[in-house]
Antibody
Framework: EVQLVESGGGLVQPGGSLRLSCAAS????????MNWVRQAPGKGLEWVSY????????YYADSGKGRFTISRDNAKNSLFLQMSSLRDEDTAVYYC???????????WGQGTLVTVSS | SYELTQPLSVSVALGQTARITCGGN??????VHWYQQKPGQAPVLVIY???NRPSGIPERFSGSNSGNTATLTISRAQAGDEADYYC?????????FGGGTKLTVL
């Protein structure tokens, strides 16, 4: 069974940093590109970042460029999102999602809540 | 940047057909995916690349895409289909989601 489990969310002050993790199991992690998608409270889905299977290709939404860094460790079946200079508007549930750009995201984690507030 | 437009809400009578649209400039030339999200749950892919259903998704769910509109069609709507639905595509190295449509089954 495919499983994606996010962790690392929490309360952080504006300007602070946080590192999210996503532990994958039930599939060959290195065979799949991965994404982060977020959802602010009561709002819609927003794509955040993409990383290819071998980390050679990385993309970011404008909202996170220069502040967020996506990475992965295929040996540990893990995906990461390092977030810095956090703003109030980064408050959201962050999901990791499996899938290449043109085929949709076929598996999602349960999400981890990031709250940016003083 | 590319924008996707969805109606805020759609209502359908139990057992009838619901159609949820997703508008975008020449969207017919792109691969569109659809997600269902129920309250407190993660999204679930219900249609990928315009017309394809992942395993486990009922045949009642179908998709189409032409011109400036992609459409998710839910036939014989059930109470369990009540959810938010999002269209999504990839454009210029960016993932793009529509604003979402709340489907109410009456």
């Amino acid at each position: 069974e495919v499983q994606l489990v996010e962790s690392g969310g929490g309360l952080v002050q504006p300007g602070g940093s946080l590192r999210l993790s996503c532990a994958a199991s039930g599939f060959i992690f290195s065979n799949y590109s991965m994404n982060w998608v977020r959802q602010a409270p009561g709002k819609g889905l927003e794509w955040v970042s993409y990383i290819s299977r071998d980390s050679s290709t990385i993309y970011y939404a404008d909202s996170g460029k220069g502040r967020f860094t996506i990475s992965r460790d295929n040996a540990k079946n893990s995906l990461f999102l390092q977030m810095s200079s956090l703003r109030d508007e980064d408050t959201a549930v962050y999901y990791c999602a499996r899938g290449p750009p043109y085929s949709g995201y076929d598996s999602w984690g349960q999400g981890t809540l990031v709250t940016v507030s003083s | 940047s590319y924008e996707l437009t969805q109606p805020l809400s759609v209502s359908v009578a139990l057992g009838q057909t619901a159609r949820i649209t997703c508008g975008g400039n020449n969207i017919g030339n792109k691969n569109v995916h659809w997600y269902q999200q129920k309250p407190g749950q993660a999204p679930v892919l219900v249609i990928y690349r315009d017309i394809n259903r992942p395993s486990g998704i009922p045949e009642r769910f179908s998709g189409s895409n032409s011109g400036n509109t992609a459409t998710l069609t839910i036939s014989r709507a059930q109470a369990g289909d009540e959810a938010d639905y999002y269209c999504q595509l990839w454009d210029s190295s960016t993932g793009v989601f529509g604003g979402g449509t709340k489907l109410t089954v009456l």
